[in-house]
T-cell receptor
Framework: ETGVTQSPTHLIKTRGQQVTLRCSSQSGHNTVSWYQQALGQGPQFIFQYYREEENGRGNFPPRFSGLQFPNYSSELNVNALELDDSALYLC??????????????FGPGTRLTVT | AQTVTQSQPEMSVQEAETVTLSCTYDTSESNYYLFWYKQPPSRQMILVIRQEAYKQQNATENRFSVNFQKAAKSFSLKISDSQLGDTAMYFCAFMRAGNNRKLIWGLGTSLGVNP
């Protein structure tokens, strides 16, 4: 069984640029959630995708957007990068809305640094 | 809105001893899930243990167990026979039951296991 993978591992961008982060969900999982974890903080929920549709969004501006593909992999896009966007971005996959689908399994994260 | 509080920013324990990490939460929901996640220096968030609010029995996973007090809204994690590999940040997290299954996190407790 393949776990959750994320790419790239880390990257450095300049303020104002755009970035795309990628996530492959665990085999059999149809739900992907994205979280932002600033240094020394707990993660903050960005949004969730279930079967290619957005299924809830946290308190993040519209320049944070996402996609989920038919194979349930996902992308997180951030436009007009700001210094405060520097963080660890975590992707988690889960089975979905039914029964035991509430457990979320995380990838290794992408460390984004904005200069 | 739900909140999760971890009042111990840092803790330490001697190898082979027992340590308890505290977590309290605030919610008006009756059906929800609670989790403890471990984040070692490698950054990957690892699910340690989970508890369904409708279950009175405390969850146990090998050396890890919880003390779930629903009325007090308390969810502590006990680690028995502590090992050096237990050194990590530990996060308590809350999730409502229902369609939007997002995790709400505490700030974490940094646990150091000393040889």
């Amino acid at each position: 069984e393949t776990g959750v993978t994320q790419s790239p591992t880390h990257l450095i961008k300049t303020r104002g640029q755009q970035v795309t982060l990628r996530c492959s969900s665990q085999s059999g999982h149809n739900t992907v959630s994205w979280y932002q974890q600033a240094l020394g903080q707990g993660p903050q929920f960005i949004f969730q995708y279930y079967r290619e549709e957005e299924n809830g969004r946290g308190n993040f501006p519209p320049r944070f957007s996402g996609l989920q593909f038919p194979n349930y992999s996902s992308e997180l896009n951030v436009n007009a990068l700001e210094l405060d966007d520097s963080a660890l971005y975590l992707c988690a996959s889960s089975l979905g809305m039914g029964g035991s689908g509430y457990e979320q399994y995380f990838g290794p994260g992408t460390r984004l640094t904005v200069t | 809105a739900q909140t999760v509080t971890q009042s111990q920013p840092e803790m330490s324990v001697q190898e082979a001893e027992t340590v308890t990490l505290s977590c309290t939460y605030d919610t008006s929901e009756s059906n929800y899930y609670l989790f403890w996640y471990k984040q070692p220096p490698s950054r990957q968030m690892i699910l340690v243990i989970r508890q369904e609010a409708y279950k009175q029995q405390n969850a146990t996973e090998n050396r890890f167990s919880v003390n779930f007090q629903k009325a007090a809204k308390s969810f502590s994690l006990k680690i028995s026979d502590s090992q050096l590999g237990d050194t990590a940040m530990y996060f308590c997290a809350f999730m409502r039951a229902g369609n939007n299954r997002k995790l709400i996190w505490g700030l974490g407790t940094s646990l150091g296991v000393n040889p």
